[in-house]
């Protein structure tokens, strides 16, 4: 079965390094973005970038004591993300939110 949807997609880059309540910034977003209801959320992580503050981090052995990129990605219907951005508010010191309208299509067996 083939499902046409108008969802919205929430990129969130962050350090790894990040922290809220002493935990991994990434694994308390995505157990957020699962206790409000998502469907889903990955978390992926840059082998090389920078950001606000210009530092370029990379994944060689010569930098593992830098912090790499991360960024978490969620699609999500808007009335979801809406309540994802909230608690986010509370959650990031640091960081970017991007969010754009998607045409998505989700394939299903039934």
């Keep these: 079965m083939k499902t046409n949807m108008r969802l919205r997609r929430v990129m969130i880059f962050v350090d790894e390094t990040d922290k809220f309540h ?28 920078f950001g ?29 993300v809406d309540s994802l951005l909230k608690e986010l508010e509370q959650m990031l010191k640091e960081g970017l939110v991007v969010i754009d309208d998607v045409d998505a299509i989700k394939y299903s067996q039934s």
Excluded at 22 to 47: D, F
Excluded at 55 to 76: C, F, G, Y
């Design 52 to 80: 606000s503050h210009k530092r370029v981090h990379t994944a060689a052995l010569v930098d593992l004591s830098i912090s790499l990129p991360e960024v978490i990605l969620i699609i999500e219907s808007p009335e979801l």
């Design 22 to 49: 002493g935990k991994n910034l990434s694994t308390c977003i995505v157990e957020k973005a699962k206790q409000l209801g998502c469907g889903g959320a990955t978390v992926m992580r840059g082998i090389i970038g």
